[in-house]
């Protein structure tokens, strides 16, 4: 039981593996490294470009072992690894760790491995594996993964909405919370007479400005900004009660903290029947309220091994997935009142204002 509370709680930071070190506060008895892995090779159709690419990302870390004193478990990335898929022909692709240039020098995202190639034809049908050497020298390897192809994203659309939560005042009551929003849902025809499941990820980016002085070269006054992932928790389902059917289902919700132009880009993959069953049992243990009467968190296990010792415990997916993304523009210009107090146009550069900015206007925009 004592691991699997570890489990459960690592599993919960694997979609969000970043290059920090995160303290998760556990109550556990495990004395060994537990690797993390989240993977996924993707073929779809660049909306920009109009050409097809294959993609891979891969993000591995490490649970180090539990320290008594302290009372924490801490994930740290894994860097300095060999990685690489391959396909059902023998093609490989390595799987290199991903740079980023900051102040001009080229640093690697620790943990963070992938690649973007073009790719002439749809690669529906087939088969990828993937290969992980960590730097210790233990070799591990996921189980083969169809690539299965999705059907088009129908139609995005948005409600302005009021959301209602359950909150504790200064005093320790509960009291409700009322919050104004943007929920965006997404609608897909299911095919008929096939067996399909799907999941949704949905990123944002969101446009704002500034007064900046009126100095050569001039700086800029309008950026964009991106938010990253907007969905709270991940959503998947499969069509074993819609199969042939319309299906609609909200899958983010859009922030009302100005009042400018916010740009919902939603993915829609495809998924195996086992890759759906770990993220529904993923889904499960991020709703969990965590009262006596859930049930005791559970083992949740991918398809990844130790090539060595199969016994081993690895926490993860490798997945495949044909994707379509689609995206809708909210002018949140148009609504209000704005809860809170009003932004204030500030007198300086833009592009210092948030992080991941920029003065070029994205694809969309």
Request: aromatic share 10%; charged share 20%; with cysteine.
């Amino acid at each position: 039981m004592r691991n699997a509370h570890i489990r459960f709680l690592l599993i919960g930071a694997l979609v969000w593996l970043s290059a920090c070190i995160e303290p998760i506060e556990v109550v556990t008895g495990t004395q060994q490294d537990t690797l993390v892995v989240d993977g996924t090779v993707t073929s779809k159709v660049n909306p920009q470009t109009g050409q097809r690419e294959l993609a891979c990302t891969i993000l591995l870390s490490s649970a180090e072992p539990f320290n008594s004193a302290s009372g924490i478990v801490v994930s740290r990335p894994i860097t300095g690894a060999q990685v690489y898929v391959q396909d059902k022909q023998g093609n490989k692709w390595p799987v290199p760790e991903k740079t980023e240039l900051q102040n001009n020098k080229v640093t690697v995202i620790k943990g963070n491995y992938g690649f973007l190639v073009s790719s002439t034809e749809s690669q529906v049908g087939n088969v990828f594996t993937v290969f992980i050497k960590l730097p210790n020298g233990k070799e591990y390897q996921s189980q083969p993964e169809v690539l299965q192809a999705v059907p088009p994203i129908q139609e995005l659309e948005f409600i302005f909405k009021e959301f209602v939560e359950v909150v504790k005042n200064g005093a320790g009551e509960n009291v409700e919370k009322k919050t104004p929003a943007f929920e965006v849902s997404v609608t897909v025809n299911d095919p008929a007479n096939a067996q399909n499941a799907y999941r949704w990820e949905t990123e944002g980016i969101f446009q704002y400005q500034t007064n900046p002085p009126e100095i050569l070269p001039p700086p800029a006054s309008i950026c964009w900004s991106y938010a990253g992932r907007i969905n709270k928790q991940i959503e998947a389902i499969d069509d074993s009660r819609t199969n042939g059917q319309r299906i609609k289902l909200p899958v983010a919700v859009v922030p009302f903290d100005l009042q400018t132009r916010y740009q919902a880009i939603v993915r829609q993959y495809s998924l195996t029947p086992k890759a759906y069953e770990f993220w529904r049992l993923y889904r499960q243990q991020q709703t969990s309220v965590g009262s006596i009467t859930d049930p005791a968190p559970a083992q949740i296990r991918g398809n990844l091994f130790n090539v060595k010792d199969p016994s081993e415990v690895v926490i993860g997916y490798f997945g495949t997935s044909e994707v379509n993304e689609k995206f809708i523009i909210i002018n949140r210009s148009l609504y209000g009142p704005m809860p809170g107090a009003p932004f204030v146009v500030l007198t300086r550069d833009c592009r210092g204002l948030y992080s991941n900015s920029t003065h070029i206007p994205p694809f969309g925009f």
